[in-house]
């Protein structure tokens, strides 16, 4: 997928995703942010907080990397690096080497279409985050005409017909698409509440620099016109904690007893009946 992203539709890609990205992650406050694959993109960039990490694959020739013999997907080690120095640390994208209810921040751009277990990565994620803390996903769209247009080529390369021009890839071959309506449930069970959801990327499979400008106007007219439809989409989640509530202290004062209370008589006489 690394390569696909060098090409014009990768870059567009990329070049709409580094703005959402950077407007999503700007006003994010905490201590500890975590990026959680795809290295071509710095979706922390824009972000100001102190512990910022980024969990890329370890290099290839390494015994766990991804082409090694005996080495399966569902067990992809990730390198955890934090931006701007190295850390010799190594550990499984379901399994992160954090605390629980330690970051404030994760990123997953197309994280999850890539990984062998998304449930297990969503789940870790959620151990992972602070209350109230955010998880920002980005995901190709199935129902876009990107997605429309690797289903048709999946579709005549089973029938006998993956020679012909029409039967070509758009897309990586690699990973899974998981559409939108989909995440959302598997979210809700997690108890992360969708805060933002946008597509993005409504220009045409077409794969030249040229051509893909000539499309620049559905850009403009695709989020009034065609939302759905477009290539990616850009989750934004919040971790909530349901039944939360302060409590008070386990002590309670005592009030002091109340003085018996004289009632004067008319006669200036209290003893009397």
């Not at 004289?262 to 009946?273: H, K, T």
């Amino acid at each position: 997928m690394a390569a696909w992203f060098q090409t014009p539709p990768g870059r567009y890609l990329l070049d709409w995703e580094r703005t959402r990205f950077a407007e999503a992650v700007a006003d994010a406050f905490g201590y500890h942010a975590l990026q959680l694959g795809l290295p071509q993109l710095d979706a922390l960039a824009g972000n100001r907080m102190p512990h910022r990490w980024l969990a890329l694959p370890e290099v290839p020739g390494s015994p766990h990397a991804p082409d090694s013999p005996g080495t399966s997907n569902a067990a992809l080690p990730l390198a955890l690096t934090p931006l701007g120095r190295r850390v010799d640390l190594v550990s499984h994208a379901a399994a992160l080497p954090f605390p629980a209810a330690s970051l404030d921040l994760v990123l997953l751009p197309h994280t999850l279409e890539l990984s062998a277990d998304p449930h297990a990565v969503l789940r870790e994620v959620e151990r992972v985050l602070v209350p109230n803390g955010r998880v920002v996903i980005t995901g190709l769209n199935p129902a876009s005409w990107w997605g429309l247009r690797q289903h048709r080529a999946h579709w005549m390369a089973r029938i006998g017909l993956g020679r012909t021009r029409l039967a070509r890839l758009y897309l990586p071959e690699a990973g899974a698409f998981i559409g939108p309506w989909r995440l959302q449930d598997w979210l809700r069970l997690l108890s992360l509440e969708v805060e933002q959801l946008a597509y993005g990327c409504y220009r045409p499979t077409v794969r030249s620099e040229r051509w893909l400008q000539r499309w620049a106007w559905m850009d403009r007219w695709g989020p009034w016109a065609w939302a759905p439809l477009g290539a990616v989409y850009f989750i934004v989640a919040v971790k909530r904690v349901r039944g939360m509530h302060l409590l008070g202290p386990a002590w309670r004062p005592t009030r002091a007893a109340a003085a018996p209370a004289v009632v004067a008589r008319r006669d200036g006489d209290p003893s009397r009946p």
